[in-house]
């Protein structure tokens, strides 16, 4: 699977959505073409992602498929794309209603938004990982990371009851500190327990950030 993408990305067909879905119908088949490609995933891994199977799961035709996206990177790609936007954003959401919340509960609910995030996609975190580059999203991915540093920068240069000598230097040890440990529990999610993991973790960040709390 891997090898084929790559030989894709050198014959020079972009990775990228042809077209997005601007009718109800039509973000009703790109739903069901990328339903399809996480169950694809799921049950076969990448060696089992062809569009014609993606096709007849999603129930449309390979033809309709092409419409929207020319192979399979630009499949595995948008789906990439879905699961870090959804997660991002209900990590933002958490830290939207934070206002006048202690940090370490903060801190709590965004480890549980994480968790939940987790839970409602399907388990296909390590083969997205894995495809991360042969789908031409690894870039695009250290962009999402790149703003997610400066958001967390400036949220917590903002707070009052903790004080960090550089702000950023701390967003983006705690960005990147929790994205590698998603990345290695998404490797290795049957043998570990998600929920406590999650919970060690947020104990983690509790203990560095409350080494710089003002009080």
């Known amino acids: 699977m891997l090898a084929s993408m790559r030989q894709t990305r050198r014959r020079g067909t972009a990775p990228v959505p042809r077209k997005l879905p601007t009718q109800e119908r039509a973000a009703a088949t790109v739903a069901a073409i990328l339903g399809a490609v996480e169950r694809v ?17 999603a129930g449309v035709s390979v033809g309709t498929l092409y419409q929207y996206y020319p192979n399979k990177e630009a499949l595995v ?10 997660t991002f954003a209900m990590c933002r959401a ?24 987790y839970r409602v996609q399907r388990p296909i975190h390590r083969w997205l990982i ?15 990371l790149d703003e997610f540093v400066e958001e967390i920068t400036r ?5 009052d009851d903790v004080r960090f000598p550089d702000p950023r230097a701390a967003a983006f040890l705690l960005v990147h500190g929790i994205e590698g440990i998603i990345a ?15 919970r060690e973790g947020a104990r ?5 950030i409350d080494a710089h709390s003002k009080s």
């Not at 089992?48 to 199977?53: I, K």
């Not at 790609?77 to 959804?86: A, F, L, S």
């Open 94 to 117: 958490a830290m939207a209603a934070g206002e006048g919340v202690p940090i370490g509960t903060l801190v709590d609910r965004v480890a549980e938004a994480l968790a939940a995030a």
């Open 41 to 57: 995933l799921e049950k076969h891994g990448p060696a089992g992602l062809t569009t014609n199977r993606v096709a007849e799961i």
């Open 184 to 198: 290695a529990a998404g490797a290795r999610s049957d043998v570990l327990d998600i929920p406590e993991l999650t």
């Open 204 to 208: 983690m960040i509790r203990a560095y």
């Open 130 to 144: 894995d495809l991360r580059s042969a789908a031409a999203y690894q870039e695009r991915f250290r962009a999402a």
């Open 77 to 86: 790609g948008t789906v990439i794309e879905r699961y870090v936007e959804q």
């Open 155 to 159: 949220f917590l240069a903002a707070r």
